[in-house]
Nanobody
Framework: QVQLVESGGGLVQAGGSLRLSCAAS????????MGWFRQAPGKERRFVTF????????HYADSVKGRFTISRDNAKNTVYLQMDSLKPEDTAVYYC???????????????WGQGTRVTVSS
């Protein structure tokens, strides 16, 4: 069982930066793929990025590639999402997710956080 708690959301101007954190409980955090998804108002939850537990391999949605960076600290059971050059279209609730395999779809993850809201003003 894994429990996830996101933090770090807020209001930022376009071009600014935010860093989201996702703290996980569970002794097997290091063996899970950790993902970030986001859901804008009135839209479906969409993939942002994930990081594998083994080797730290990462994958990004095209919309955030080059602007967002995912990282993890297994000793702290925490995954981070550094978001730079933010745009108004990045406005959404951001969710952390965990699964032993993971992927780019919501069905690939069994565990989810409650979400943290990010608002980017123009």
């Amino acid at each position: 069982q894994v429990q996830l708690v996101e933090s770090g959301g807020g209001l930022v101007q376009a071009g600014g930066s935010l860093r989201l954190s996702c703290a996980a409980s569970g002794r097997t955090f290091g063996s899970y793929t950790m993902g970030w998804f986001r859901q804008a108002p009135g839209k479906e939850r969409r993939f942002v990025t994930f990081i594998r537990w083994s080797g730290g391999g990462t994958h990004y949605a095209d919309s955030v590639k080059g602007r967002f960076t995912i990282s993890r600290d297994n000793a702290k059971n925490t995954v981070y999402l550094q978001m730079d050059s933010l745009k108004p279209e990045d406005t959404a609730v951001y969710y952390c997710a965990a699964d032993r395999l993971g992927g780019t779809n919501t069905v690939d993850y069994n565990y989810w956080g409650q979400g943290t809201r990010v608002t980017v003003s123009s």
